[in-house]
C-alpha cells in the first residue's frame, strides 16, 4: 500500500530555472517530512525536513512547502543548478514507525 | 567525522547461497535501519536495530534478518537467495531511533548481484 505519492517520475528543468517535485500522503499521523537527495553510486542524503506545524522551510535555494488540508508536500529548487541533478525523494512518518518514501523524481538540469 | 560504511560495495552471489552484509554506523549512533532499492519498488525498509534490539521490521519474508552488537554495528544476512534479492542494499544510522525525528545518515549501500 503506496502511503506516499510522489511526482513526477522524472523532470526536466533549464539552468536558473525551478524545479517542482510533489507528494501527496494518506496517514493524517504523519508528523515529519524528509527529503532525500541521491546522486548515482551514493546512498540518499537528507537535504531538508518539515513538520506540519509550519507552512514552509526554506534552507538555501531549497524550500519545502506544506499543505496540512490537502496532505501535501512539494520541494522548490530555485535557480537550478546542474549540480542539482539527481533522484529526489520525500518520505513520511510518524511515532516510532518507519519512513515511507516516495517512489523518487529523477531531476535533470540542462544548461 | 566518519560517515556510515557499508562492506562489501559490490557482491555477486547464485541462487540458493546465503550472504551477510555489513554497516558501521556514524560513531555515537545507536540506531542503524536497513533499506532495500530497486527500480521497481523504490527504497522499502527492512528493520531498524536500535540499542542491539529490533524495533521496527518491514513486509520482507524470513530470509532476511539483521542483527546489532555493543558497538551498534550491525549485519544483515539473507539466506536462500533468489534472484529477486538483487538490488542495492542501504544502510542508515541516526542518533536516535525511527521516531524521535534524528536524521538518518545513509550509507552508499551495498549492491548485490544474483545470478
Known amino acids: 500500500q503506496q502511503q506516499v505519492k510522489q511526482s513526477p517520475q522524472s523532470l526536466i528543468v533549464q539552468k536558473g530555472g525551478i524545479s517542482i517535485i510533489n507528494c501527496a500522503y494518506e496517514n493524517t499521523a504523519f508528523d515529519y517530512f524528509p527529503w532525500y537527495q541521491q546522486f548515482p553510486g551514493k546512498g540518499p542524503a537528507l537535504l531538508i525536513a518539515?513538520?506540519?506545524?509550519?507552512s514552509e522551510k526554506k534552507e538555501g535555494r531549497f524550500t519545502i512547502s506544506f499543505n496540512k488540508s490537502a496532505k501535501q508536500f512539494s520541494l522548490h529548487i530555485m535557480d537550478s543548478q546542474p549540480g542539482d541533478s539527481a533522484t529526489y525523494f520525500c518520505a513520511a512518518n510518524f511515532g516510532n514507525e518507519k519512513l515511507t518514501f516516495g517512489t523518487g523524481t529523477r531531476l535533470t538540469i540542462i544548461p | 567525522k566518519a560517515g556510515v560504511t557499508q562492506t562489501p560495495r559490490y557482491l555477486i552471489k547464485t541462487r540458493g547461497q546465503q550472504v551477510t552484509l555489513s554497516c558501521s554506523p556514524i560513531s555515537g549512533h545507536r540506531s542503524v535501519s536497513w533499506y532495500q532499492q530497486t527500480p521497481g519498488q523504490g527504497l522499502q525498509f527492512l528493520f531498524e536495530?536500535?540499542?542491539?534490539?529490533?524495533?521496527n521490521k518491514g513486509n520482507f519474508p524470513g530470509r532476511f534478518s539483521g542483527r546489532q552488537f555493543s558497538n551498534s554495528r550491525s549485519e544483515m544476512n539473507v539466506s536462500t537467495l533468489e534472484l529477486g534479492d538483487s538490488a542495492l542494499y542501504l544502510c542508515?544510522?541516526?542518533?536516535?531511533?525511527?521516531?524521535?525525528?534524528?536524521?538518518?545518515?545513509f550509507g552508499d549501500g551495498t549492491r548485490l548481484s544474483i545470478l
Open positions: 542508515a544510522s541516526s542518533f536516535g531511533p525511527l521516531g524521535s525525528n534524528q536524521p538518518q545518515h
Open positions: 518539515i513538520r506540519p506545524d509550519v
Open positions: 536495530y536500535f540499542s542491539e534490539t529490533q524495533r
